[in-house]
């Protein structure tokens, strides 16, 4: 039998550039929540793709940004650079035609690396002239050595084929590293939870989607073969718990629905979604209480 190649492969990129977008047309299934606003993801997540050969493990990484002092902020950066350590191969992303001061950061971050690099400008249905294209990928291969370049569109999957051939090339000789029928790291309750978020992080207004997080609380078989789900919206603050419910409850409702069907969906399953607001005081700048609620703290800061 002809040797397996298997590796990890982390997608870094300032929050918004479409790293989780990436991840879920490469494996097939949504593994990581997207939406427009930037700071989605908030933990490091795995999707799996197993080829007849190769098994490749996307590690989903925060977007690495500049500010922000708390906690959570700490811990979103120090949760990327970990994941490139600790990887077989970088997928660095930039989106076509803008590079911010966040970009910046990010090559930052890859200095000195001497892990295989492959830079992944995304977004690429976004520009009209496509020959503008060019200057662009010159300037920033400029700023960095990489082992390949390649322009994609995640949302119209173009060239991603062209992606996953690099990648073949890249990974290391090795077993397969998980079973093939996995796609996932993440546990059924995570990936309820993170549907739930993904519905309010679309509701809500600015600043408010970071002071809020999602816990499963309860999960049990109906009679009718549904299954009953309660889930906590953990906020920050008294004036927040007020925002997220809506007037006479609309919000709550309005994202009850829609994660519910959502869910649905995912689970292939009926269910009766129970969704509560809670406060806990200061849980984004508290590292204690990040941890209890599921978040990887950092060693190091
Ligand atoms: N037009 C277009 N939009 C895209 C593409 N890829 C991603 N997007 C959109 O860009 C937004 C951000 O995508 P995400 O995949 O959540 O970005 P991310 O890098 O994971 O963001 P964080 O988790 O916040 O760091 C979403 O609205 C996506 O639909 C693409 O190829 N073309
Ligand atoms: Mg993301």
């Not at 200095?111 to 060019?134: F, S, W």
């Not at 949302?155 to 073949?168: A, D, Q």
């Not at 998980?178 to 509701?203: C, N, P, Q, W």
């Amino acid at each position: 039998m002809s040797q397996t190649r298997a590796g990890f492969i982390a997608v870094v990129g300032r929050p918004n550039v479409g790293k989780s977008t990436l991840i879920n047309a490469l494996v097939g299934a949504r593994v990581s929540i997207t939406t427009p606003k930037p700071q989605t993801t908030r933990h490091r997540i795995l999707g799996i793709r197993t080829e007849e050969a190769v098994q490749m493990i996307f590690v989903d990484t925060p977007g690495i940004h500049v500010g922000g002092k708390s906690a959570m902020n700490r811990m979103l950066n120090q949760t990327a650079t970990d994941s490139v350590r600790d990887a077989d191969c970088v997928l660095w992303l930039v989106q076509s035609g803008r590079w911010t001061d966040e970009d910046a950061e990010v090559l930052e971050r890859l200095r000195g690396l001497r892990t295989p690099v492959g830079l992944i400008v995304t977004k690429v249905d976004l520009v009209k002239a496509k020959t503008e294209l060019m200057p662009f990928i010159a300037e920033l291969s400029q700023r960095r050595p990489v082992e390949f370049v390649v322009p994609i569109s995640a949302t119209r999957g173009s060239n991603l084929e062209s992606l996953l051939e690099e990648l073949r090339r890249t990974l290391p000789e090795s077993p397969f590293l998980y079973e093939t029928d996995r796609v996932t790291d993440r546990g059924e309750h995570f990936r309820m939870a993170e549907i739930i978020r993904e519905k309010l992080f679309m509701s809500l207004e600015q600043e408010l989607p970071y002071a809020i997080t999602v816990e499963i609380e309860a999960d049990e078989p109906m009679d009718d073969g549904r299954r009953h789900v309660s889930a906590v919206i953990w906020v920050a603050r008294d004036s927040h718990k007020g925002i997220v419910i809506g007037k006479k409850g609309a919000r709550l409702k309005q994202v009850g629905s829609e994660a519910r069907r959502a869910l649905q969906a995912e689970l292939g399953q009926g269910l009766h979604l129970q969704l509560w607001c809670r406060v806990k005081r200061g849980w984004a700048d508290d590292e204690r209480a990040l941890a209890s609620l599921g978040y990887d703290l950092p060693d190091a800061q």
